[in-house]
């Protein structure tokens, strides 16, 4: 079953939606409104009523892009299939079969010919073409329909660099998204993951970050040291992260852009878990302090430290709300561990987590209204993935595992990713793997993201501007 | 790391090896113990001990390992411009973060323990892995007992 929230739905924002592309990086893309064509008819519309509950995916039909020339077509080929693989994996669309369209090949211009989509049983078609311009350019245009209303729910054009053209076919899935769901997408996101090869007992881990597809995969660093849990700053031009350079465990800012690290902050013991505050100003953290750890905030413009726990105890694995006033983390300061909630300076924590077992890696959704979780019980009995209110009510199990952990949130709220590590069969560790998997918030459409090593501790960029 | 410390390690056998000779090789292979350099991670590890155990999510010190400790105390003070890291760790059977910190604490129980029992503070230093450097492979209780550790080494 489909949960669909409870968001305003609306023809809203197209030209707002589209002008916020011109300040795309690194690439930039530009956008124009396409001339509205057509409109039409009566009849249940694509788009989703908030009164009108949903419980299965919505059909559309992604036919190829047109193009005027064979690598125009080609190229438009490509940008139909990614975003038909977009909009499918989220499960939340039904891909309509090309060997079921009625009329063959691409629809370029104008309005589509409904008679010819109706039987397909599409309830959207997305319809456009590419243009392979002078200079590395390319322009693509593409029009999203409704089909028994028959009206256009959107057309908008891109051009930028033909090397970018993977990024415009998933900003194209995401504005689709948004138009059908009344809600964001998150298809122009990347992520951030450690990469292990090697056995166990010497593992090599590397920064990773690839497209949310699987796609564009790159390697940030070297192995020669261990790296852990990488974090992304808001803006996506950052990641915070844990290395072992020259043997000292301490957290680094890596700059995708220059491929630059900078050690953060100058602390005598271990700093590690960070994250980036939501305004993208600090960085919260723990800091190893004896036999313990604390909480700090480190500024990253004064680079003070602010000591925000002082239990004794270990508290480690800071997050803070999306609006920046409270943070969440875990700390054994109560005997076993568990899940905490104090305000963004310190002060009194708040225990939330009471269900059965140890609470970890606490993340707060983009939306504020749930916060994710690695439950477990330390022995043989499976970890689980699962949310709860920031209250600590309504806890569900979205997934368990072996082992199972380390939640990341989707820009919009609505997908998980963690990692799932298999038993080793034998001493040797055969069949040990640690793969990342993607989840959707209701527990629904659980699959596996594929990466070309096994890797962990996924992070999920914000949505591209 | 644990590669570089496993390359320290096979270079100190490799010195101790060349430091025999091949003119004076006995007849009769020589006891084990023979090759290894007095004060060197090598006779750490098989005269002394260089690990102790701990229990699941804990790092209070058991009798078996205050009683390594107590040997490496001892073996510290007879070595004396020997300097040591002890890095902790743990089974996988815990979360990343939690287990760096988990690690933190078995490894600064065990170097306040050797220095309480004498041993410069100043010539110890910690690490923790948390669970990303188990020595044992398996998913076993078995190997999470010996995952469970402090490691001392020389430096």
Redesign the interface.
């Known amino acids: 079953m489909i949960y669909i929230p409870n968001t305003s739905v609306g023809r809203r924002r197209l030209i707002a939606g589209a002008a916020g592309l011109l300040a795309a990086a690194p690439v930039p893309v530009f956008a124009e409104p396409a001339a509205p064509a057509g409109a039409g008819g009566g009849g249940q519309s694509a788009v989703i009523d908030v009164d009108r509950a949903r419980s299965e995916p919505i059909p559309i039909a992604v036919p190829d892009l047109g193009g005027p020339d064979g690598p125009s077509a080609q190229l438009g080929h490509e940008i139909a299939g990614v975003i038909g693989a977009d909009l499918a994996r989220s499960g939340l669309f039904r891909l309509i079969d090309q060997a079921a369209f009625i009329q063959a090949g691409a629809v370029t211009s104008g309005v589509p010919n409904f008679a010819n989509w109706k039987p397909t049983g599409a309830q959207a078609l997305v319809t456009g073409s590419v243009q392979i311009l002078g200079g590395g350019q390319v322009r693509v245009e593409f029009r999203l329909w409704d089909i028994l209303p028959q009206t256009q729910i959107q057309g908008t054009a891109y051009t930028t660099t033909q090397g970018n053209w993977r990024r415009i076919a998933h900003i194209m899935a995401d504005v689709i998204y948004e138009r059908l769901l009344g809600e964001k997408g998150y298809f122009d996101t990347r992520v951030v993951y450690i990469s292990a090869t090697g056995?166990?007992?010497?593992?090599t881990?590397r920064l990773a970050i690839m497209d949310q597809d699987s796609e564009n995969n790159r390697l940030l660093t070297d192995g020669s040291?261990?790296v852990?849990?990488p974090r992304f700053h808001p803006t996506r031009d950052e990641i915070a992260f844990?290395s072992?350079a020259n043997?000292r465990?301490r957290v680094y800012l890596f700059n995708l852009a220059s491929g630059q690290q900078r050690l953060l902050g100058d602390f005598t013991?271990?700093t590690?878990?960070p994250r980036f505050s939501p305004d993208g100003s600090g960085v919260i953290m723990?800091v190893?302090n004896?036999?313990?750890?604390d909480i700090v905030s480190m500024d990253l413009a004064s680079h003070s430290p602010r000591r925000l726990t002082n239990s004794g105890s270990?508290d480690?694995?800071p997050c803070f709300s999306p609006d920046g006033s409270q943070i969440a983390f875990?700390s054994?300061r109560g005997g076993d561990?568990q899940i905490y909630v104090m305000g963004s300076g310190g002060g009194d924590a708040k225990r939330i987590s009471f269900g059965n077992g140890k609470y970890?890696?606490p993340v707060w959704s983009p939306r504020g209204d749930l916060i994710a979780f690695?439950r477990?019980a330390?022995?043989t009995s499976n970890f689980a993935i699962g949310v709860m209110h920031p209250d600590g009510s309504g806890e569900r199990i979205l997934s368990e595992g072996?082992?199972v952990?380390?939640p990341t949130f989707a820009p919009n709220g609505r997908v998980l990713m963690f990692w799932r590590?298999t038993?080793?069969?034998?001493?040797?560790?055969r069949g040990?793997s640690s793969r990342l998997v993607s989840v959707d918030i209701t527990g629904f459409n659980e699959r596996p993201v594929e990466t070309p090593t096994d890797a962990?501790?996924p992070a999920w960029s914000p949505l591209g501007t | 790391m644990n590669i570089k410390i496993l390359g320290a390690l096979s270079a100190v056998a490799l010195l101790a090896a060349c430091s025999t000779p091949a003119t004076t090789t006995p007849a009769a292979p020589a006891p084990v113990t023979s090759s290894i350099v007095p004060g060197s991670q090598e006779d750490l590890v098989a005269n002394v001990g260089d690990r102790v155990f701990y229990d699941f999510n804990k790092s209070g010190l058991r009798d078996d390992a205050k009683a390594t400790l107590d040997k490496q105390a001892a073996w510290l003070a007879k070595y004396a411009t020997n300097n040591v890291q002890i890095a902790g760790n743990c089974d996988e059977r815990g979360t990343e973060e939690y287990n760096l910190a988990l690690g933190n604490r078995r490894a600064n129980a065990a170097a306040a323990y050797l220095k309480a029992k004498g041993v410069a503070a100043a010539r110890m230093t910690t690490i923790s892995y948390g669970k990303d450097r188990p020595t044992a492979q398996g998913s076993t209780e078995q190997a999470w007992a010996q995952n469970r550790n402090a490691i001392t080494s020389v430096r």
């Open positions: 056995p166990r007992d010497r593992r881990k040291w261990l852990l849990t844990m072992y043997n465990p013991g271990m590690f878990a723990a190893a004896g036999g313990g750890s270990i480690v694995s875990a054994d561990q970890a890696t690695t477990y330390g022995d072996w082992l952990e380390g590590e038993r080793s069969q034998d001493s040797r560790g040990f962990s501790d």
